[in-house]
């Protein structure tokens, strides 16, 4: 190559290489920008830092109840079990027949446990005298022995005509049933007692985070997340002894009350 061919490569390329100089240049300044932008906002996540304030807010709707829930166990005793079974059988067809004839509907009566026990009864053991050797047994006092044999039934009603929850309990102490539970009233569909709960509830927090927002010089921008709990608080509960009814007992007077619904919420507003 002479020297005028090689003079002209070298003037040719010293724009490219200028170019090149100059990019590696910007790649390396915006290289440092990211770096000290990546330390400003080190600790602080992928989110960008926003002003917020969280307020808490309780709503609480009432209904009526429309549903009674009763329990009651049949218990009987015998010498055998079959002879349990037979009489336990024999009360609770008769109660849930009662039950059906005052228009509870056979899909709302359910056996809620049947059990099966063993009675014992305690026998003394005559311990050994006279220099003889004793069983193992002559060390016990008392050794129980199985006497019989005690059947209970558990049957869950459901009854949804609130007005007949006093004929129910009613009938069930003429029948001789011995243990009754309840009636607790309820609402059977709760959703809509539920929702306006929340609604209020939501209305509590939103006048919360206004007034807090105008005390701080502040104003609201939206939300930035919700959260909320349900709690139940049912209003009546009695139980009721089958001892204390019989056929010629005077029917209880059962008022229904309300059933309360109350619902707690936590809303984050961003602030501006």
Do not use: W
Not at 162 to 175: H, M, P
């Amino acid at each position: 190559m002479n020297e005028d061919t090689r003079h002209t490569l070298v003037a040719a390329s010293r724009p490219v290489r200028i170019a090149a100089a100059a990019a590696l240049g910007m790649l390396a300044l915006f290289l440092l920008v990211k770096t000290f932008d990546a330390i400003s906002l080190f600790g602080q996540g992928d989110t960008p830092q926003v002003n917020t304030i969280t307020v808490s807010g309780t709503g609480t709707s009432s209904a009526t109840p429309d549903i009674a829930k009763i329990s009651f166990t049949v218990q009987e005793s015998a010498s055998t079990v079959q002879a349990a079974q037979t009489a336990a059988t024999k009360k609770t067809n008769d109660a849930i027949a009662a039950m059906k004839a005052l228009g509870v509907a056979e899909k709302d009566i359910k056996t809620a446990a049947y059990t099966v026990n063993p009675q014992y009864a305690s026998r003394p053991v005559t311990p050994c005298y006279g220099g003889t050797i004793c069983p193992a047994v002559a060390t016990v006092v008392n050794a129980n022995t199985i006497t019989g044999y005690q059947v209970s039934e558990s049957v869950d009603v459901t009854v949804r005509d609130t007005a007949k929850a006093s004929d129910v309990v009613t009938k069930l102490g003429a029948l001789g049933v011995q243990n009754v539970s309840g009636p607790n009233f309820s609402v059977d569909d709760d959703s809509g007692v539920m929702n306006d709960a929340r609604a209020e509830a939501i209305k509590n927090a939103q006048k919360k985070a206004e007034e807090l927002a105008k005390e701080l010089g502040v104003s609201l921008a939206g939300v930035v997340s919700y959260s909320d709990q349900g709690n139940t608080y049912p209003m009546y509960d009695k139980a009721i002894s089958a001892q204390s009814m019989s056929s010629g007992a005077p029917q209880p007077n059962l008022p229904t009350g309300t059933d309360d619904r109350t619902v707690n919420v936590q809303v984050t507003y961003r602030i501006k």
